[in-house]
Each structure stands twice: as C-alpha cells, then as structure tokens.
C-alpha cells in the first residue's frame, strides 16, 4: 500500500485508543506517515501533500496531548 493511501487510511480511522499502548502506537505510526508524505511533498510541492500532513498533524497533536496527561496543580 502507498504511503499516501495509508496516510488518508489512518486519517479516516475511528480514532478511540483505549489503552496507552495504543496512543503511543499511533503517535509512532501518525509521525512516520508524517515524515513519509514529507519526503514526496519534498519532491512534487503538491499542495494536497501539505494539508494531508497538517491534518495528520492535527490528530497527532491531539494524541499526544491525550499521553501528556492533566497537569498537576503545584501549590
């Protein structure tokens, strides 16, 4: 499967990862679907590369922000 279709495959996904296992396995997988896109956005400059990669962007943010956690509330 290419990249891209995996990419747009990943974006599509049901995004509901219970466990912590998980949202660090999709982090992992959202960011190398990242880099790869990158890699042919490098060579091509489609403009369509780019918002896939900001909106792959968005998810993983969102992911990590889920792995951050609340913060403490220090006194």
Do not use: C, W
Not at 7 to 24: G, Y
Not at 58 to 68: A, D, S
């Amino acid at each position: 499967m290419d990249i891209i279709e995996k990419a747009l495959e990943f974006e599509n996904r049901k995004h509901k990862f219970v466990t912590t296992s998980d949202r660090i396995l999709a982090s992992r997988e959202v960011k190398s679907l990242i880099l790869g896109v990158n890699e042919i956005y490098k060579e091509s400059k489609d403009s369509n590369l780019m918002d896939l990669m900001k909106r792959l962007t968005v998810i993983k943010q969102k992911i990590e922000k889920r792995l951050k956690g609340r913060p403490l509330n220090a006194a």
